[in-house]
Every structure is written in structure tokens, then in C-alpha cells.
């Protein structure tokens, strides 16, 4: 076995997130040190949001975020399956969570758009958005123009 790794990078417009797959014999030593360079400098980006349930402490990727908002006092972050009580605000978050990835939909929810199935421009006056896990959200009326302009500017015609 050689030090040397072969490294392949293949450009597909249709690939929303980078996707790393390695192939190998067997999981060596070589392999856990790449991947484990791969997920430190993936969190060094876009730091994961820690969340408290029954006393455990958990990181959460940015990744597997679906939405984060506030329900009454409490805001939640939301995952596929999932919700889990966090700290801080709304405005905290919105500025520590990836542009690209995360839009503020209203006042009390930011949605991550890698994770929207559908946008309905059905309804009158606003924006349904479908997860892909099957949960429903509603854009507010203020934040309608801003994000069919975000999605005309990345997708074009919407």
C-alpha cells in the first residue's frame, strides 16, 4: 500500500452539496484521518448549533438543519425527525447560520432552502414551503418579494 491517495473530482451541476465517497480495501487508519480532516474542516466553515436535551449536550450540523423558529418563549431547532429547545434568538442564529443555505422567512423562522421539497406560489399573498420530511411552512407576506428574488437569481425564471 502506498501513501498516495488518487483523488477524482467530478463537476455535476445537478450536485447541490459536495459529496465525498472513498473507496477502499478496508477502513485503515489513512481512511479515519481523511475523513476526520474532511468533517473538521467541513465544522471549521459553518460551526454546528449545540443543543441540551435531558442534559445531554449535542452538536448539530448546519447540514441537518430544516428550520430553526420560535414557538411561544422557546425557539427550536428542527431537524428531519426531530426538534430540540435552543439558546439564543432568532437574530443570533440568522447570523451565525451559512447565506447560502439559510433564508429568514418571517419574524419567527428561518428555513434552510437544500431542505425544501416544494414552493407553493399558489397561495395568495405568500409562499407555502413543503420540507422534503413532509412539514409545511408559510412565507410571511414581507418576505415573499426577497425570496422569489434569492430563487430567480440562483434558478432563474420562477
Known amino acids: 500500500m502506498t501513501d498516495m491517495i488518487e483523488i477524482e473530482v467530478v463537476l455535476d451541476e445537478s450536485c447541490v452539496d459536495p459529496k465525498v465517497k472513498i473507496f477502499t480495501k478496508s477502513k485503515t487508519e489513512q481512511v479515519e484521518d481523511?475523513?476526520?480532516?474532511?468533517?473538521?474542516?467541513?465544522?471549521?466553515?459553518?460551526?454546528?448549533?449545540?443543543?441540551?436535551?435531558?442534559?445531554?449536550?449535542?452538536?448539530?450540523?448546519?447540514r441537518d438543519i430544516y428550520r430553526i423558529r420560535t414557538q411561544g418563549r422557546e425557539v427550536l431547532l428542527d431537524t428531519k425527525?426531530?426538534?430540540y429547545t435552543?439558546?439564543?434568538?432568532?437574530?443570533?442564529?440568522?447570523?451565525?447560520?451559512?447565506?447560502?443555505?439559510?433564508f429568514r422567512i418571517s419574524q419567527s423562522e428561518i428555513i434552510n432552502l437544500y431542505k425544501v421539497d416544494t414552493?407553493?406560489?399558489n397561495v395568495t399573498g405568500t409562499?407555502?414551503?413543503l420540507f422534503d420530511?413532509?412539514?409545511?411552512?408559510w412565507v410571511a407576506r414581507r418576505c415573499v418579494k426577497p425570496l422569489r428574488d434569492l430563487l430567480k437569481m440562483r434558478y432563474g425564471n420562477v
Open 133 to 137: 420530511n413532509g412539514v409545511r411552512s
Open 119 to 121: 414552493f407553493d406560489f
Open 81 to 83: 425527525d426531530h426538534s
Open 86 to 102: 435552543i439558546r439564543g434568538t432568532i437574530a443570533k442564529f440568522e447570523n451565525d447560520l451559512d447565506k447560502e443555505r439559510f
Open 34 to 62: 481523511i475523513i476526520h480532516a474532511i468533517e473538521n474542516r467541513a465544522r471549521s466553515i459553518f460551526t454546528p448549533i449545540p443543543v441540551n436535551e435531558n442534559g445531554k449536550y449535542m452538536v448539530i450540523s448546519q
Open 127 to 129: 409562499i407555502g414551503v
